[in-house]
């Protein structure tokens, strides 16, 4: 669970910083509006998802082997019981 936790905070992080930089960049050239604050929205969304892909590979690497591993153990769990109702 900590694998879960540390990339999506993370991501939030990667997320809040380029929402920061863009909006800042914004209120140089453009006037504060609603239609100019969702595309900040939008755009802060795409170049997050962008730098995600590179910058946090090796934490959802680790994620995706935490989550194969849970799958793993459940598996193991439900064979077992399973092997267990054979036998009665």
């Known amino acids: 669970m900590k694998a879960f936790w540390t990339y999506t905070l993370a991501r939030l992080a990667v997320f809040a910083a380029c929402f920061v930089v863009i909006w800042l960049l914004s209120q140089i050239w453009l006037e504060s509006t609603t239609v100019a604050n969702i595309w900040v929205l939008l755009i802060a969304l795409v170049v997050s998802s962008v730098i995600s892909v590179f910058l946090l590979a090796g934490l959802r690497d680790r ?5 194969h ?3 793993t153990r459940m598996t ?13």
């Open 69 to 71: 591993q849970r799958a």
């Open 63 to 67: 994620l995706a082997q935490d989550v």
């Open 76 to 88: 193991d769990r439900i064979e077992e019981s399973r092997r267990a109702e054979d036998i009665d």
